[in-house]
């Protein structure tokens, strides 16, 4: 099985022109993110990501966990590749120099991170749990916590993980159950926790959990909740691991895929209480996990984008290698690459691949851009703007991963069944992002209601004439063709917009109904802005290959051409309304069976 | 979990106005089959698909196989279960009574077979496996080997396999390698062949293989490939198993899904040669294959629906039962069927299922009516429409099962991914669909190739004309807006059949880059075609329910909103031609790598 490449070339390309890395490292503060200093990062990334994860990946699903009393063992390799992360700093790129970090922009550890996940997404959760963990200590906890906690984050010597799910409380967050009982400089939390994702494991010395739960007095519902951290080992005097505190791993669940990431049920308090530390205010701790659940997102769209890379050179190199039957035009029998279907699947693969890295980069850009812009309203703008790409990169980038990794099993044709072949790891692992860090159909809910609705189309607006800009822009370049579509397709989209403005108010199903096709629409037409702007940066980018040039025309004229069209059929049904989805009866769900 | 229920209301009501089973049952051959018998069949092969089939389709899964020397054994309650398939006589109801079949129609024997599916997959293949050995021995075999087969594999006392993959030889079975030797009587024959389903097992005393195989002088492509009848056990003086064979089960394939189901690699001749007798002619093996495989294309469909039906009751009853946040409308929290976003994907299974059942139905009485009439042109015209239809049903239905099953996965949010929950294995077993029995691909290139150019859309006409009939009936019923919408999803199918048509000869590559978005549209046109008129029939229909009917309508309305517009993209991108899909040079295909 071939291994994974980084796409470094794509890599650099888009966070040059689709980030604007090249702005962003022009600020004081990334004055080290130079070109240069961009290509060493990706293509020593790369190399761990290939050499190192990506060849614990089939062994790691196969071999799967192993929970030994209160302790999770790991597949093989896998403490060692984390330790070879630490030590190259590959936790810390993105994060304050005060706390150890490199003080890179985001956007980059993106890239980087999308390595990991591509090359071994059960191994990969682990640091973007952590990385998670960080973003909200930095965001919300007191200084002492984040003295004596961001430092081993950062450096990942310490894991983090997120405790929100119990078994009655998933997508509804209200009715969490779990206790905190105040107890002098800390709390005493007990209860149980599920789905917590590297929860328990043999990777690190101290695992670090932040837990929502409910204090003695505290309000019903979500104003009710706050944020704990809740460590393995309790730091002793030096800062390092110490008495072990009462929370531990209850079983670890089987899954359908990333076999290698360990589900914990979590069980706090069973001896007492474990001792917690209130992250932020009391009764906010929604407000807390808020960054780091907008990140994490990103990240999860992300991982759908790096299944997809992978699953499509797999792909690409199996279509190469396998010999069967004769395509149209060739007088004998070939790889079966020249067979127009195999083509077709191939660059369904690559083009929502492409447009998907570009979405997520782009999206990413902007946290930086909210985080560095000095002037507030630009900040404002950029949160903004962060805040409508979070859902349609999470759900639309999950949703492409689904049909790309199923395509890779297809183009294998039989042998894709087979396990030992690899692509149906891709297919089983993928299918976890649609689900995770709120359903795609929460993701549609946070896109339709807060960001549309809510915002009353002001963010909306402000990205729809930024697409025009770029649509004149290419016009101007001599794409006319392109930018007719695409300008189409962004009417298309403000129609859909404002029949969800017009009609919520009378229709309160509104939103749920159509919602998906909502999302679907968005992702399908942001993904062709994206490309088409990549299209117009090759035609002046000397630093770019003639087969990447080419192959981004040629990418971006088959989206226009094979995936942009997939949007009149969504934008079509989004404007029947809810009727027909809200119509049936309760007795009328089985009536076929009688 | 909630074992399978059989639809019986939805397969009594679409055997009647889908397949018109009531005109069947007005020949002479077919007067067993009354309403009052059909639906005794179908409550007492429900009863057992529900209670003895159903319970063993998660343990089938998660016991899997074992394979000990040249045995196979089965999981638990396998065997037992297939004996009770035996006594009831379910492998022989469609088969002639000459050899000890029931001699009712064909379609009639789909829905039971429909639901053998539905409730394990994995198991429901041996005896699918097998009826399609009984169709190619019936076809092309001697009267002496029928005679001493066919009562067996009837009765299902012997199962049967298909022998058609070798390592090089998949979808270009122009290079089958296994050689039969002339000896006698009878034909020594050596090869290995791969993903032979059922090729070993425990359930049943005799199997009875048919292998494709290459004569010494035989011609080189498919035109030189004979088939063979290669029995596990030589049947002794009485007919019983005798002598064992020279072939024998080397391994099984580690599969993604249908564990319970054995994938062999078949080794034949390691002794010097594997007992084989001639079925039909020398050199015409795939014609001999022929109707079997067409078959076995239609049940493969078949499955696609089947484990849709599953996946689809499997969501329905959670969504009932799980609990989680207020939906728009009501005051408190309550089961998740009345989120906007779940009753969409609710309905999205229960309309493709709908449709995908209909349109099976319908292709199957096709084959009924050109095996029963006596007019050799009627005869002829059913035999086109359903080669024109299979490939339809084949691809079309097995893609929406992809749809269905990963919908299933997503109602359950996290549960769906925890494998105790059911859902993922409804999920994992359908991937096979869209690839055994031909790819997708091939089915496309076939529907495109052979049904719609070769034909010169003579069957496609024919089709078209008819469903023009069905919607001035509707119209005349009063339904003038899902007539008016299916006239124009119609037209829009022509459009593109023209466009074929009329780029074909000066693009070779056509068929290839866009038979499967022909195939996607001629699947929705049909499968709207087919609920409008079951609206239709429902009419006038006085034995179904209420609830029935009312769901019914209301599953068109949704299908026509929802699902219908998704051929606009389609068909939109299939006349954009070939020229973007087979762009890319050999350089580019990786070229984001660098």
Redesign the interface.
Known sequence: MAEY??????M?FTLKHSAGLQQLAQLPQFEDASNDMVSAILEEAGRIAGEVLSPLNASGDQQGLQQQGSEVLTAAGFRDAYQAFIEGGWGSLQFEPEHGGQGLPYVLSIAVMEMWQAANMSWGLCPLLTQGAVEALACSASDALQKAYLPKLISGEWTGTMNL?EP?A???LS?IRTKAEPNGDHYLISGQK??ITWGEHDMAENIVHLVLARLPDAPSGVKGISLFLVPKFLPDAAGNPGTRNDCQVVSL?????IHASPTCVMSYGDNGGAIGYLVGKENQGLACMFKMMNNARLAVGLQGVAIA?RAY?HA?EFS?ER???????FDE?GPI?R?????????TM?ALT?AGRALTYDACASIDWAAQNQDPERQAQHAVRAALLTPVVKGWCTELA?EVT?LG??VH??M?????TGA?QY??DA??L???EG???IQ??DLVGRKLIFDNAAGFNALVSEITDDIRRAEAGGDKLHAEALRNAVACWQTCAEFILQHQASD?????????HFLMVSGYVCGGWQLLRQVVACQSDEEV?A??K???L?VC??YF??IL??????A??LQ?G?E??????E????????
């Open positions: 490449r980084a796409p470094v070339a794509d650099r799910t009655a998933g997508s509804d009715v599920i789905f669940e089987h899954k359908l895929g890379e050179q690409v190469r010999v069967q039957g004769r395509a149209a035009g029998a690459i067979h127009g279907d195999v083509q077709r699947m191939l660059l690559r492409e689904q199923s099993v297809q044709g039989g894709g069944f087979i396990e030992e149906a297919y089983r299918r976890i649609p689900i995770y359903t795609n159909g549609a809910m309160p199903q509104l939103a749920g109904a159509v919602g998906q290959s087969p990447y080419e192959g981004k040629k004229n088959f051409q094979q069209p997939r949007i009149q059929g969504h079509d049904t029947k809810s027909a989805v809200m119509a049936m009866s007795d009328e769900w089985l009536s076929g069976i009688g």
